[in-house]
């Protein structure tokens, strides 16, 4: 069965296969790139790398308005219970977690994690196993060597990796980062939003994989 991947802008995407919408990281709200708005969208469910705004910014609302299940860390997991967010999955980095879909699994990310000031536990990144295809979203980070593992361990079908720098690994950290975890597609994300992060990504050229540079509204389809 093949999903469909939405690139929504800066690090949000929708992947669909069949009657299965699954959201990651929400942010349209305030988002220069947004190729939608919250309340267009009709998740079934909602992974959350971290707690940064650019991450989660609508999450709480269209968890409420949708009834979608949320999967993140056990912290922003907390923090949605107190905004009356009833259906939640938490997870810590390593863990997996069986959904209708198929599985979840939090995988380690070098960053940081805080909403409002409140600490938001671990940034991690997604493995969302969709009818039988894995796409791994790395959420936000820098290059680290278990990458490789990672890719080894999880085989993903396509890894969704940032390429803004300064936040996050640049482009040519970014393209070994790609390298490393071996997917056959990579989709660059989270570049471009803001100056403060770079539009310019010709260096991202990983070796035998190939690029899908998404403009904020156009998708993918993996057969
Ligand atoms: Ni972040
Ligand atoms: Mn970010």
Redesign the pocket.
């Known amino acids: 069965m093949s999903i469909k991947i939405d690139f929504l802008g800066?690090?949000t995407f929708m992947l669909t296969s069949g009657e299965h919408r699954v959201l990651i990281?929400p942010?349209l709200t305030g988002n220069p790139k947004a190729s939608t708005t919250a309340d267009q969208l009709d998740p079934t469910a909602i992974c959350i790398t971290?707690g940064?705004a650019?991450?989660m910014a609508d999450a709480a609302s269209i968890a409420k308005r949708t009834g979608a299940t949320v999967y993140s860390a056990f912290e922003i997991c907390e923090y949605l219970g107190e905004q009356g967010i009833e259906n939640l999955e938490p997870g810590n980095p390593g863990g997996s977690i069986a959904a209708p879909f198929g599985h979840v699994s939090f995988t380690p990310a070098v960053?940081s994690s805080s909403f409002e000031g409140r600490y938001m536990g671990m940034p991690m990144g997604v493995v969302v196993e969709l009818i039988g295809k894995r796409i791994y979203h790395l959420?936000?980070t820098g290059l680290f060597g278990d990458l490789k593992l990672i890719g080894d361990l999880h085989q993903p079908h396509a890894a969704i990796i940032?390429v803004g720098d300064r936040?996050?690994m640049g482009p040519a950290h970014a393209k070994v980062a790609a390298e490393m975890i071996g997917a056959p597609v990579a989709i660059p994300c989270?570049y471009g939003t803001w100056p403060l992060l770079v539009s310019d990504i010709s260096a991202f050229t990983p070796d035998g994989i190939e690029v899908e540079a998404l403009q904020p509204g156009a998708s993918l389809t993996l057969e």
């Open positions: 800066h690090a990281d942010f971290h940064h650019d991450h960053h959420g936000d940032p936040f996050t989270h």
